[in-house]
């Protein structure tokens, strides 16, 4: 039984990602190939080819092909007898890679950057994972595929129509009728189309001086705000060594300018007031701290932000969550179509050979000349912008990205079809798609996982030029060359830059160790291969 638990959990997987689609949930993971079905319509079809499987109006059938194989792929394990062990030669590799200390330390570190990004909304996300409200009912906003109106949680006015606002929900704990609980991931924002007001600093005061938030022996240098309670007006003053000196500014909450002047040997001049009542009543109100305002891009560690936010106000370690996301929904979308093509050709070019061999190598020498990100590039400006998805820009990169793999696999087609268990196969009376599926292609295994690595490599870099560059994904999506070009743009703020720099590489290189130590490993010439 203990050799089962693999496919006991991809049948559980199975029922639980169908359950969740029929009753509205929204799980972990489990549901992506869902949620990829509701991003691309041509993945999806009407309610009444199969009423028993639609969802929201419509059936989404590559969601249900997904579940349904690995729900077979779990039954074909349980039904299968005996123990199953590698091959020697197998055996020999698995344990030679796994003395690659850095390939097989890179393997563990990126397991567990998987495992959490499979985690999904329960990490990162502005939908509260647990809410009981002031009536004792219990509510699972992050768990839900719809969301909750503000009305739910009795809110009122135009918050009780829209989806409520969690962080705001949650300081109303203990207030009446405010919430008893409310439990929030522990990032609590999403990592795109969320911008977070901006972060302040109280800055403390002293006999009519300023002084540095955090430093009460230093004096204030810089410009300070004075909000005012009622949120209609606040005042924006250039301090000098704790005491106001330069231009002073008024704004109202719709950024518009109500009041200017200039702050000089302790009075104002040039004054100009276009506000409400008088402006000895507007400078003159009581009780008004000052705060330091973190406009965006705000720094790291400010208004609970780890890393900062962007100059649209993310939070840079969200979207560096979701970008990762993106990522591994991109390369599991992205491998089996080119691996597909890419095996396809190549063995049918070194089995027949031939003019169907000399064709496609012509015209794969053709198309391999073509700049693949400029062509991409191109393709993707002619897709209209309601088709435009990561799906769509996924395809039409794999339009040449099988192209690098066909070569190996033909030649090591042609080597392998030389061999005498070949050659018996066709005096047993075996057909070509017989020897190709039993008896070549499991012969080829070693080629494709040590490419595999370096094909992640390339898409996650592939994706990453796109987005930098402005022809990648609609900006509902997460990305890494997004938030790249914005730090570059943006050299007074480096934590943007650096925070999408360290992830692509550490990402890479995680990448690149552990392709070298398989390659390594499966490599027959090795020193301690045999070993």
């Known amino acids: 039984m203990k050799r089962k638990w693999p496919a006991l959990l991809l049948i559980l997987t199975a029922l639980l990602g169908g359950v969740a689609e029929l009753r509205g949930w929204l799980l972990p993971t489990i549901s992506w190939p869902f949620t990829a079905s509701r991003e691309l319509p041509v993945l999806s079809c009407r309610a009444e080819w199969c009423p028993a ?8 059938w590559f969601g249900w092909v997904v579940m349904l194989l690995l729900a077979l792929a779990g039954l074909y394990g349980l039904c299968r007898r005996g123990r199953h062990k590698l091959p020697p030669e197998a055996a020999r590799r698995v344990r030679h890679f796994k003395s690659l200390k850095r390939g097989y330390g ?32 219990w509510h699972f906003p992050a768990f839900r595929r719809n969301m909750l109106p503000g009305a739910v949680f009795g809110l ?71 909000l005012y309670p009622n949120g209609d007006i606040h005042l924006r003053i250039r301090y000098r060594k704790g005491e106001p000196d330069g231009l002073v500014q008024g704004w109202s909450p719709d950024r518009r300018e109500v009041y200017s002047a200039s702050w000089s ?15 000895e009543a507007f400078l003159n109100q009581s009780n008004v701290d000052h705060y330091l305002i973190h406009y965006h891009p705000a720094p790291p560690l400010t208004g609970g932000h780890l890393l900062g936010t962007d100059s649209r106000g993310n939070d840079i370690a969200a979207l560096l969550f979701g970008g990762l996301q993106v990522n591994i929904k991109a390369a599991l ?10 095996l396809t050709l190549g063995m049918l070019m070194g089995y027949w050979g031939g003019v169907f061999d000399l064709v496609t190598q012509r015209g794969i020498e053709i198309l391999s000349q073509l700049p693949f990100l400029f062509i991409v590039m191109i393709l ?13 820009t996924l395809l039409l990169m794999a339009l040449l990205g099988w192209m690098p793999m066909t070569y190996l696999i033909r030649t090591a087609t042609l080597k392998e079809k030389t061999r005498d268990y070949v050659a018996a196969a066709r005096v047993m009376g075996a057909g070509p798609l017989h020897i190709l599926l039993r008896h070549i292609l499991p012969n080829l295994t070693g080629i494709i996982v040590t490419l595999i690595p370096f094909s992640v490599a390339v898409v ?12 990648g994904l609609p900006e509902q999506y997460a990305s890494w060359g997004r938030l790249l070009n914005d730090g570059l743009s943006k050299l007074s703020s480096p934590w943007i830059a650096s925070a999408a720099f360290g992830a692509l590489v550490g990402l890479l290189l995680l990448i690149t160790f552990i392709g070298e130590a398989v390659r390594e490993a499966i490599d027959p010439h090795s020193a301690d291969h045999y070993s």
């Open 460 to 471: 996650v870099l592939s994706l990453t030029s796109l987005d930098y560059l402005g022809f």
């Open 333 to 342: 979308f992205y491998l089996p179509v080119i691996y597909g093509i890419g």
């Open 265 to 279: 040997h302790g009075k104002l001049v040039s004054e100009h007031y276009e506000g409400e009542g008088s402006l």
């Open 156 to 226: 009122s006015g135009n918050a009780a129509l829209a989806e409520t606002d969690y962080r705001q929900l949650q300081a109303k704990l203990g207030s009446p009728g405010g919430p008893q609980i409310v439990l929030m991931p522990l990032i609590p924002w999403d990592p795109t189309t969320d911008a977070a007001p901006f972060p302040t600093e109280l800055l403390p005061a002293k006999e009519g001086k300023l002084y540095a938030a955090g430093e009460p022996a230093t004096l204030y240098d810089g410009q300070a705000c004075r």
């Open 53 to 60: 499987l639609a969802a929201d109006g419509r059936v989404q």
């Open 380 to 392: 993707a400006d002619f897709v209209p912008l309601e088709m435009r998805g990561m799906f769509v």
């Open 106 to 137: 890179s393997l563990l570190i990126l397991m567990g950057i998987l495992s959490l990004a499979a985690m999904d909304q329960v990490l990162v996300g502005k939908r509260a994972l647990a809410v009981l409200s002031d009536t004792g009912e």
